[in-house]
Each structure stands twice: as structure tokens, then as C-alpha cells.
């Protein structure tokens, strides 16, 4: 196991009618509020009002945001920190999911920036202080609600990066399970395979040591196996959304990383998708992971899809030791599939075009190889592209 | 699930050579210091001068609390107050085991309330505001290092209760695994059967709800499973340590037991065995366990001991249920055992005597039944008590 600094700040309020410990908390921060969302979705079920009507009841001056993207923008951001500073705000509450959270965060860190915010993510410039947030979940994928990190895109250049400060962690997030009852099936399918991702980036790894955590991510997986078609056939079970929320908070809360060095693969393999064409980032996770997983099966990994397999698939131990590896790659795409989750990138709208750039992209950001479990240059990652075609 | 609240503010710095952040860290939150520890085997190992060398090369007066008991007296709470008061001291250091810890834990919060220290443990007067502490782990067992609870006992009285306090959790914690290869079989095996106690208070439990949290409890076992007779076989072996180590944190800092409403049960059977008998208190939860879980074993029941027995013991799901929930109770049994943990009361010269005076006071203290997995009264606790003679 690797030394390791553990620290998740974030206060969780978890349950059904949490949000009644909204106004205390936000007055613990600030008094002056950007209230940022989405779509509108936060309106058809009446969270907006009801956040709204709490504000009001405590007296707490806001300012809207609206209108946030999947895979956020920066020019949202922009357009938030602008809001900001116009009025004197001091806390920001995040209704949605991650790509408002996300947006959120980089707000309250080019807040205190007077140059471009793009600079932030690009890592031109470095973040100095970051205003407080909160947040009110109403999506369970991303995990945002309880780490440090963001992702913000740049539909103008084609890049969407991720970027990460310890004052990013919400002070505060509300995870009510009801508010995702209303998340339409393919979005809810789309946040299985995010949370499934996140924990397939830190439990495939070469540290052999971490035995505790290497259990704890097979406790995601296994959570996310066993509601994510209940959610999306009956989308009122509590039991069901109330389990896929909380996984998708821990699935990247630290918990699972702490004492390995997990060099994340996927994500930025999917990060390109997302640039060049917008599509649905827990749908891109899924098509390539399977992929993924069988270009880097190799003698020196095998050990680790044998573990996968055997620990959370059930497949019998005493079978050859490729033939479970195999069997478990088969498995995680018959599960995406079970989720009727479009499994080849044609089917998202996406060709051969632009795969050459987006591999070269993925390579030079990362300035050498991508990932460490095993490491992938620009042909590996052509290769995945193309396979997932 | 049921609703919970999420807040786990301790900052964990964990490995090898960690106490290189002490100094910056105690700077953060305090300038005059009691440096707490128990019999001296921190002496022995050279943590001790370790601490003092930090201390003193960044200037920070302190003041030593030393001889703080296994199950420790509220006598050193007092002692430990009068030094704070004396000095004007602004910051706790505990270095030992969950003893020391927890000594120190209610100093902090002793040192603010006029009266007898022991009010606060009996709950005759409130907890209104705690001293900062920090803590250097020197036994996997109690996670003290990163809950809000303490356990004092007053051995005139012959009480040993448990009390929390927000305010209670550490501000940072250093886990140093290599600070625990001293510590002797005895206390390795006890260390262990406490860890897994405190995951089975929470995972015997009749919220069927929390999925997730099942199976990270599972984790929990399976790591001490796994570990256990390894770090006593070879107490220098790190990823034993390492793993017990986070283990014990994890295991009590609230991640099992959010969303469940687990009363405790067989914590407070034991504590009246240390309240009496001064026993270690693991070795007591151990060998209360099995007789435990077969008293409460019934049909209401029988559904977790199968989820036990299949998930955590790998026993063939075919068989029977009551087969499979009597077999795992005997692989607990057998596990203690293995461990060479004396699993009878007379073994630790615990006799007839005194089980009904006990029985009477663990029933007294909760003011009716025990626990609800399956509530218990006197006549269960006294009957759990003599089959574990």
C-alpha cells in the first residue's frame, strides 16, 4: 500500500427531505448566493422552487446561472464569474449534476483569477483561492458532489480537461435520491458506467498491496451491477437510486485511490470524444472500456482481470486463468449492453475521421504515454479507437 | 437506506515516515501542547523522541501526560485537564493506541467544563466545546484516530461507557503502519477482533436497504481475514499493518453504519467484562461473538447470516440456510481461534460470580433491551454471558 493523505471535507446530508438543511448551511458560508443549474430539469420537478422558497424564507439575496451544458463550457464559466463579481456573491449552490458542480467549482476558482478562465484548466495559470460551494445533486454519475476536481470543455479548441484544487470540495452537498427519479433511462444508464469507470481507473492497477481498497471498489461494482437495471426499470425505487447515489460519491471521493497510483486511461480516452462530439460522457466510458480492457490484458495483468472476475463477476475460480480474464471483459460489455447502452462508437454519431486526432490529442496533453496500469501511446490508443468503432 | 448525515472532517496522513507533516500540522491549530501516551512502548520504538525532536525544532512548548491505562481511567482525564489548565495549553497530541486516544478526546472536552470529568461520561452534564487534538497511531484496533467517540471507565464505580462529541474527531491523525510491527500477538489478534466487532455492530443489522454498505463492511472482514495471522506471524510484514491499520479507521469512522440504525450490542456486553475485570477489551469482544450471534440467530434473522456466509466465508449458497448461518458462526469461532484468542471467560478469569451483577448493569445503562438486530434483556445478556464461560 502507498502512503497516502486522506482528507474529503465535504458534509454529506443523504436522504429524502435533506434540503431542509439548506438555509443553515448556506449561511454557515456566505449570504449573497449564485444559485447555478442546468436545463430546466430542476424545475419540472420543483426543486427549483423549493430551493427558491428556502432563499427567500432566510432572507438570502441570489443571482441565476442557468442554461449549464453537459460537458460544461467555459464560457459558462465565464458567464458565472461575471455574475459573481457584478454582485458581491460569496457562495455558490450547485443544483444538478456534475457538469453544473463542475462548472461550480471552476467559478468559484476563477473568481479570484482576473485573466481568461480557460488559463485555469490549461494549467496557464495556477488557482490561488476558490470561493465556497454547495451543492444539491440530482444525478448520481459523476461524484463531483464529493470531490476536489472538475472537467470543463472548450468546444472552440476541442478540448475538455479536468482540473483539481482541495478548496473545490463542497462545503456542503444535499443527496436526496428522489431528485433522480425523473433521470430519463439512458442518462441513468450513462451514470452507472461513469461510477463503474471511476472504479475500474483505480482498481486496475498494479499495486498489489491495497488489498482494502481493491474490496471496497468491488463494493461499487458490485452496487452498480445490481440496481443499475432496477433504476432503469422502475426509476421511483429509492432502494435502488439511494445505492447508485452514494457509489457514485465514493466511487471517487478518494476512497478507492488512497495507497495506489492509478494513472487514469479511459477518462482521458473518452475526454476526446466528448470535444470532438459532445456525446454523452458515461456513454463514451462504456463503449471504450471493454476495448480498453482487452488491449491491456497481458501476461502481466492477467492477475488482476483473474481478481475482477472471480470477485466480482463470480466466475469460477478453478477455470484457466485467461479464460476468466476473458470471460470477465465479455461480462462488463454484456452489462453495458444489459443497460441498452449503444455499444460502438457509430452507433453515438462518431467515425473514422477524427480518430487519428483524437488519439494524438490524448498523447500530447498527457505529454508521453497515457495511464499506468499499462502504459498506452498514441497506437494503443488509436488501436482502442478503432476496435470500439 | 435510511437518512444520514456524512462528516468525517479528519485529515489522515498514512504510511511510512508520515510524521514529517506533525510540526506543520499542530502549527495549524495550536501553539502549547500535552503530549499524551500510555506505558512507554512509544519510548521504545523511538516515536517518543521522535515527537520531542519535532516539537522542539519547531519551538513548541509541551507538556507530558504519561501511564494512561488500557481502558483508560477517568483519573487520567483529570490529571490531564489540570496539566492543560496549568499550562495554558491550546493542542492535545495523543501517541498510543484508542486508549490514549480516547483519554485524550475527553481532556479536550473535560478541560472546558468546570465540574468532575466523569459527569460528562455518565451524561449528567453536556459537552459545550472541545479542546483541538491530534493523534499519532501506535495499534490497529479502536479507530479512534478517526471518530468523534471516546471510552472511559472509572474503576471504582465499575463503569466504562462510551461518549461522543462532534468536536471529539481528530483534526489530523498520522497512521504509520511501522509503528504497530512491536505490538505483540496477543495485541494484534485483540486489535483485530475489535475491528471486526465494530463492522459486525453495524452489518448485523435489519436495514436490508443499504446495499453498499454491506458490502464495504464485507471489505472490512475480508481484510481481516486475510491479514490477521499474517501481521502475527510476521509482524513486520507492511501490507499487513497497512491494511489493519486502515482497516481499524474505516471500520468505525461511520462508513459502515450510515444509512442503518444499528444499536451496538455486544461492545456493551464486553464493557462491563473490562469494567469488571479489567480484560482486554478485543479479546472480551471475541469471545462474547459467537455466542452472540448464535443467541440472536433465528428465523427473523437467518437472512444475514446466510449474506455473511456466502459473501464473507464463502459458503456454498446451496445449502441449507440454517446450515450455512451455523457454519459461519462456527468460521468466526474458528477464526478467533487461529488467532490463538482464548475464547472462554474463565481463560481470561472471568468466573460465575459476577455475570448477573453484569448482565444487571449492561441492561441498567441502556434503561431496557440491548441492541436491535434482536433486542435483548437480562435473561438473554445473562445467558449469552454463561455459554461464553
Avoid at 457584478?86 to 457538469?99: C, T
Avoid at 480537461?161 to 462545503?171: D, E, T
Avoid at 452496487?223 to 439511494?242: K, L, Q, S, V
Avoid at 454519431?349 to 508521453?368: F, H, P, Q, W
Amino acid at each position: 500500500m502507498l502512503n497516502f493523505n486522506y482528507n474529503i471535507p465535504t458534509k454529506v446530508f443523504f436522504g429524502e427531505g435533506k434540503i431542509e438543511v439548506l438555509g443553515k448551511q448556506i449561511k454557515k458560508y456566505g449570504s449573497r448566493v449564485l444559485l447555478a443549474y442546468g436545463g430546466g430539469s430542476i424545475k419540472k420537478i420543483g426543486l427549483y422552487d423549493k430551493v427558491v422558497e428556502i432563499l427567500r424564507e432566510n432572507n438570502i439575496p441570489y443571482y441565476e446561472l442557468s442554461g449549464i451544458d453537459p460537458n460544461p463550457r467555459v464560457e459558462s464559466v465565464a458567464e458565472g464569474v461575471r455574475i459573481c463579481r457584478d454582485n458581491n456573491i460569496d457562495f455558490i449552490l450547485a443544483v444538478g449534476g456534475g457538469s453544473t458542480i463542475d462548472c461550480c467549482k471552476v467559478i468559484a476558482a476563477a473568481y479570484y483569477y482576473d485573466g481568461n478562465p480557460w488559463d485555469l484548466v490549461i494549467r496557464k495559470a495556477k488557482i490561488e483561492k476558490v470561493l465556497p460551494i454547495g451543492t444539491i445533486l440530482t444525478l448520481a454519475a459523476t461524484g463531483s458532489e464529493m470531490d476536489a476536481g472538475a472537467v470543463i470543455s472548450n468546444m472552440e479548441t476541442n478540448q475538455k480537461y479536468g482540473i483539481g484544487h482541495s478548496g473545490m470540495f463542497p462545503k456542503f452537498s444535499i443527496l436526496d435520491p428522489t431528485y433522480t427519479y425523473t433521470v430519463s433511462k439512458y442518462q441513468t444508464a450513462s451514470g452507472v458506467a461513469d461510477i463503474m469507470s471511476h472504479t475500474f481507473e483505480e482498481y486496475f492497477s498494479n499495486e498489489k498491496g491495497a488489498y482494502l481498497q481493491d474490496r471496497l471498489a468491488e463494493s461499487i461494482l458490485k452496487t452498480c451491477m445490481r440496481y443499475g437495471r432496477i433504476a432503469i426499470d422502475e426509476p421511483e425505487n429509492y432502494e435502488a437510486r439511494a445505492n447508485l447515489m452514494w457509489a457514485s460519491s465514493l466511487a471517487i471521493n478518494g476512497l478507492l485511490g488512497y495507497g495506489k497510483d492509478s494513472a487514469w486511461t479511459v477518462h482521458p480516452l473518452e475526454h476526446e470524444l466528448s470535444a470532438y462530439y459532445d456525446i454523452t460522457h458515461g456513454i463514451g466510458l462504456a463503449i471504450l472500456t471493454p476495448h480498453w480492457m482487452e488491449h491491456v490484458l497481458d501476461e502481466n495483468t492477467i492477475w488482476k482481470f483473474v481478481e475482477y472476475g472471480v470477485n466480482v463477476w463470480n466466475i469460477d475460480s478453478s477455470l484457466d486463468d485467461m479464460e476468466i480474464a476473458k470471460l470477465s471483459i465479455e461480462k462488463t460489455s454484456e452489462f453495458f449492453k444489459s443497460l441498452d447502452i449503444p455499444m460502438t462508437l457509430r452507433e453515438v454519431g462518431i467515425g473514422e475521421d477524427k480518430l487519428e486526432i483524437m488519439a494524438r490529442d490524448v498523447i500530447d496533453y498527457v505529454g508521453g504515454t497515457v495511464g499506468n496500469f499499462k502504459a498506452l501511446d498514441y497506437e494503443d490508443v488509436l488501436s482502442i479507437y478503432k476496435k470500439a468503432l
